[in-house]
Every structure is written in C-alpha cells, then in structure tokens.
C-alpha cells in the first residue's frame, strides 16, 4: 500500500512515540535531577572559575533574571513554579533540554517508540525515493536526542538501544516550517523536499504522506496537498466522531503496509 508514496513525514509524541513519554518520563525526570543540577553550581553565578566544570548548565541558569537567579534555593523555587504552572519559558525549554541531553547520554532515558513505528521507519529508509521525514514541534536538536536513543526490547534480549537518525532525510520543527496547523507550513515543507510549484510537481503532493495524532495538524496537511491520516494510539485524546467521518484513521503503521 505504501508503494504509492514517495514520502513519508512522521510527528513523535503520539503518533511514533507515547504521549505520556513527555509527562511520565521527561517531566518527572528534569524535577528529580534539578536540585542534584543545582548543587554542583556555585552562587553567584557570575563566577565563571567556580563553575568551569558545569559552564553550560550555569550559563543557562544566568539566563534567568537576577532577581530568582542570586541564590541556590530561591532558583530552586523559581524554576519548579515555572513547571508547575506550565510556563513556556525559553530559559526553561534551554534547561530541560540540557537535563534531558545528560539523561539520554547516560542512558537513563530511553524513548519508547511503538514497535510497528520502529518496523515501518526501517522499511521505508530503504524503499522511498522521495525521503523519511519528522515534523514536530519539539526542536530538531530534542528530535535527533530522542531519536538516537530508542529502546529496543526483544523478547529474551537485553535491552538494548538504537540509534535512528540514520534512517531519516531530515527534520522539521517551528522554527524551520512554521506552526503545525497552518496549510502554509506544509506548502513549505513540499517545497523544502523537493515538490515544486509546478503543475506536474502539484500532481504529487498526494504521494506525500504524513502522519499525525492531531486533527488539525492532518487537515492542514490535506488542506495543502498532502496525503494525512490520523493515528491513534492508546491513551491519545479520543477523536471525535465528526472527524473520524473526515480523516482516514489508523492505530497501527502495520495497517499502512
Ligand atoms: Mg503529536
């Protein structure tokens, strides 16, 4: 069935990748290392000789303003509030980011992609002419982070990790396509892997396939061209039945070979 595309463009959390990967593991993992973080980092933090050896994580931290940034447990306090009251804070994003990074390198965090995404990602690395592709908002460098470490476990094996990247033609994020609900981003998208605005080019914007979780990110798709189908996973947001009579709905990428 896939055979008639060309491309395929995949979003993570949700589609490849459980939603409560981000909630359940990330997020817990940031709140329970921070204090740990913190500690290895002198105050002020101007200092830059006493925090040679942690210089990235305490460049970071100067980001924040000086009025929660001059004490250990003032800071403390000040980045939990952010977390609990879902502040989209780019201090913050920066910080997580950096927590996650050490958390993925030591190998305490794994992603835990579906299996069947796992299995199609390896088929269509080597059977699409016109490229393997993610969209997500989660920023390029969080992709290729939880990309290079996807836990593998195969009944009677130890777990064991892989790297994916490799499989992949490249990544899209906000900053590189725009918002994921607008047709306009998607436009940008066919023309960034190669679908011209040419009419024979137009012709095969349907072999372009993306696939998603959110309804108004697979209408936006099909709204510009696209090929989008709906993926459903256990415990993603139920779709609602006015959507489901719209958009083709799939629960496993099985179901697409
Ligand atoms: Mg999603």
């Known amino acids: 069935m896939t055979s008639k595309f060309n491309s395929v463009i995949l979003d993570i959390e949700g589609t490849i990748c459980p939603v409560s990967f981000v909630k359940d593991t990330l997020f817990p993992y940031f709140l329970e290392h921070l204090e740990e973080y913190l500690s290895k980092i002198e105050f002020p933090l101007g200092n830059t000789t006493s925090n040679l050896q942690n210089a990235e994580f305490a460049g970071i931290l ?11 447990a003032t800071l403390e306090k000040y980045i939990r509030e952010l977390v609990k009251n879902d502040v989209k804070d780019p201090v913050l994003k920066e910080l997580q980011g950096y927590v996650w990074k050490t958390g993925y390198n030591s190998g305490e965090i794994l992603a835990p992609l579906y ?11 080597v059977t699409l002419s016109g490229g393997l592709y993610i969209y997500s908002s989660g920023s390029i460098e969080a992709q290729k982070l939880l990309l290079s470490h996807v836990k593998i ?5 130890p777990l064991n ?14 900053t590189n396509a725009g918002s994921k609900i607008q047709i306009a981003s998607y436009r940008r ?20 396939l993306f696939l998603s979780d959110n309804p108004a990110e697979v209408e936006a798709a099909i709204q510009a061209g696209m090929t989008s189908y709906l993926v459903y996973r256990a415990g993603n947001r139920e779709i609602p039945h006015e959507i489901q009579q719209r958009v083709k709905v799939i629960t496993n990428f099985a179901q697409l070979f």
């Open 161 to 174: 990790v892989a790297n994916l990247n490799g499989l992949l033609s490249g990544y899209f994020d906000t």
């Open 115 to 125: 299996d069947d995404a796992i299995e199609a990602i390896k088929h269509w690395s």
């Open 62 to 72: 100067d980001k924040f303003p000086t009025e929660y940034s001059c004490g250990k």
């Open 153 to 157: 476990s195969k009944s009677g094996h």
């Open 189 to 208: 998208i066919l023309q960034k892997i190669g679908y011209g605005l040419e009419t024979e080019s137009q012709l095969k914007y349907s072999s372009v």
